[in-house]
């Protein structure tokens, strides 16, 4: 994509078709399956807090997402087999070409498969933090348990706890809500009252909308929240940096740095 841009948008690698068809197929499964790991992560993490006494099952979590990976290579396979892909100058790569109907259920789940998890992220947010708010106002009592921690520190753990949530939940929502507004407005857009093609319409007639909201939308913004994902685990989550720690190759660029 950057050869391209720097190309003045011209093909350069994607003029290959297994590079074309690749880079879509591939990228499409990896930005929804990057979405679904936030889902169960957080869906995980609110039942763990709502009911403390209920153990998430790992094995249950590692099913769930076998499920979904199978799902996302049943689709491609159905639909990437009937789709036709071409070099798109507008947006820098390579897109469906939208043979009808394929294409519009093709879109349909590709909006859901980004809507949905966003949708229930939020609300699991909403109930996680809730629910720590309530145990810390439970924890200042004999019946809330905590054996061995102290009211304040069992305080701190979980403002650290919302906190992190806090972080997570808006960097995940500030990073993915412009795409899906931007396929929401493409989608009213397309099903404007027009003869041929609706496209670019009242709003994509705006040359920012045109040439880069895509970029910015479809691939940067989901770009930029995968890598902030490892970043708010290392700092946030003491278990991770350890575990980041114990990884012999981060230990040989440790030492290397401390030399």
Not at 19 to 33: A, E, M, T
Not at 193 to 200: A, K, M, N
């Amino acid at each position: 994509m950057i050869a391209s841009l720097i190309a003045d948008r011209q093909p350069a690698l994607f003029s290959l078709k297994i590079v074309c068809v690749g880079w879509r197929l591939v990228f499409k499964s990896l930005q929804r399956f990057s979405v679904f790991l936030v889902l169960l992560l957080s869906i995980s993490r609110t039942v763990s807090l709502v009911q403390p006494l209920s153990k998430v099952k790992r094995t249950g979590a590692l099913r769930t997402m076998y499920v979904y990976i199978g799902y996302i290579i049943l689709e491609t396979a159905i639909f990437g087999s009937l789709e036709g892909y071409s070099y798109d100058r507008t947006g820098g790569y390579c897109y469906e070409n939208g043979h009808r109907p394929t294409s519009e259920v093709a879109n349909a789940l590709y909006v859901i498969t980004l809507g949905v998890p966003a949708i229930v992220t939020f609300v699991s947010f909403i109930l996680s933090t809730l629910a720590i708010r309530r145990s810390m106002k439970c924890s200042r009592t004999l019946s809330c348990g905590g054996i061995g921690l102290g009211p304040r520190v069992r305080d701190s753990i979980k403002k650290q706890a919302t906190n992190t949530i806090m972080i997570f939940t808006f960097t995940y929502i500030i990073c993915n809500l412009p795409h899906f507004v931007n396929m929401i407005v493409w989608i009213i857009t397309m099903s404007l009252d027009c003869v041929g093609s609706c496209y670019p319409g009242p709003i994509y007639i705006n040359p920012f909308m045109y040439w880069f909201s895509w970029n910015i939308s479809e691939v940067l913004s989901v770009i930029v929240n995968m890598a902030c994902n490892p970043l708010i685990y290392y700092f946030r989550i003491s278990q991770y940096r350890q575990w980041v720690g114990e990884i012999k190759f981060w230990k040989k660029i440790s030492r290397f740095l401390h030399y």
